[in-house]
């Protein structure tokens, strides 16, 4: 680094972190510490830019950091809004506010320059980035912690009440199997029977109503002492009581097939609510595991951003001058780096 200004300003960046398992090798920071140097040693702009009259940078806040697949939050602008001065965010919603690149061979290191229109706005704007980072790493150490403790829970679940679900299982598959071979052990085949026997009911009403009809009829004629109505009045009371008795025998079968019925509705969710807590506990087991293993190994994206040295380095920029570029293949302006 050339010429450095003697002054360094150290600046904190004041995070709240939950700490717990998976930090066992590692302090959680509830406070961030950078070093910020002030730098001579002058930075160009490196951004294409389309339309005259932009804001141009006058600083720029440059941070190494560590190389990692987390995704960067570097697109939603309005995240900077209450941390910037207004000039700095009318500059960021330019979406040139940023450049990346590659900071040794081994890729294992970025550098970030984050430009501004001023010194505290290059600083802010870089802090607020890692906070932003930090932030992201938070919420998906929060989302696995939260992950573990409902696969605990699902575990916790299944072991209570499959032992209970399969005993009350027990009898119910026990009368199916019991009555089950009176409808071929087919629940479709069981409502067809309700359905004829509910046919049959509905018959066996109409024929002894009719009887009655025929009964009540001949009573009002209850003087006559003729044989013909006495002998009438006989036979129609015994087609009475065969028809009461058949309606019974009906009822009493269609009381059976819906007790059938009804049990192997009950089995199918009993036997259904069993599989799925056994498939629930069987995904817990497979993974508490492997989440345990992370939180205790955490990835880069469930830590702290590291930074480089702890350092953010403030260069001023080059002076530019934007024209207007020749209409050739497109219409965007050109800058000149003076």
């Not at 697109?75 to 940023?98: K, N, P, T, W």
Request: overall charge positive; hydrophobic content about 40%; aromatic content about 8%.
């Amino acid at each position: 680094m050339k010429s450095l200004k003697a002054k360094s300003l150290l600046m904190g960046l004041a995070l709240v972190w939950f700490g717990g398992i998976g930090y066992a090798q590692q302090e959680i920071p509830t406070k961030r510490k950078f070093t910020v140097e002030l730098s001579d040693q002058q930075e160009e702009w490196r951004m294409a830019w389309e339309g005259l009259g932009v804001i141009e940078p006058v600083a720029v806040a440059k941070v190494v950091l560590k190389a990692d697949s987390r995704a960067w939050p570097r697109d939603d602008i309005g995240l900077f809004q209450e941390y910037v001065s207004e000039q700095q965010y009318a500059f960021m919603e330019q979406r040139h506010f940023i450049a990346s690149g590659t900071h040794d061979r081994a890729n294992l290191y970025r550098y970030y320059m984050f430009y501004a229109v001023s010194e505290k706005d290059a600083r802010k704007t870089a802090e607020r980035f890692i906070e932003l980072a930090d932030q992201r790493a938070l919420d998906q150490l929060g989302k696995l912690k939260k992950d573990l403790i409902e696969q605990k829970q699902a575990l916790e679940e299944a072991d209570k009440r499959i032992p209970k679900l399969e005993e009350e299982l027990k009898p119910v598959e026990a009368l199916e199997e019991a009555i089950g071979e009176r409808y071929k052990n087919s629940l479709s085949q069981a409502k067809e029977q309700r359905f004829e026997l509910y046919r049959q009911l509905g018959a066996f009403e109409i024929e002894i109503a009719g009887y009655q009809a025929q009964v009540d009829t001949l009573k009002k004629h209850g003087a006559s002492t003729s044989p013909k109505i006495y002998d009438l009045r006989l036979a129609l009371g015994v087609e009475l009581a065969g028809a009461e008795a058949r309606k019974k025998e009906v009822e009493k079968q269609l009381a059976q097939v819906k007790d059938y019925i009804l049990n192997c509705t009950r089995r199918s969710t009993l036997r259904g609510e069993v599989d799925s807590l056994k498939r629930k506990r069987n995904t817990a087991l497979n993974r508490i595991p492997s989440l345990e293993r992370q939180l205790n190994n955490l990835p880069s994206n469930m830590q702290p951003v590291e930074v480089f040295e702890d350092r953010i380095v403030i260069h001023p920029m080059k002076e530019t001058h934007i024209i207007e570029a020749p209409q050739i293949r497109s219409q965007r302006p050109t800058r000149i780096i003076r």
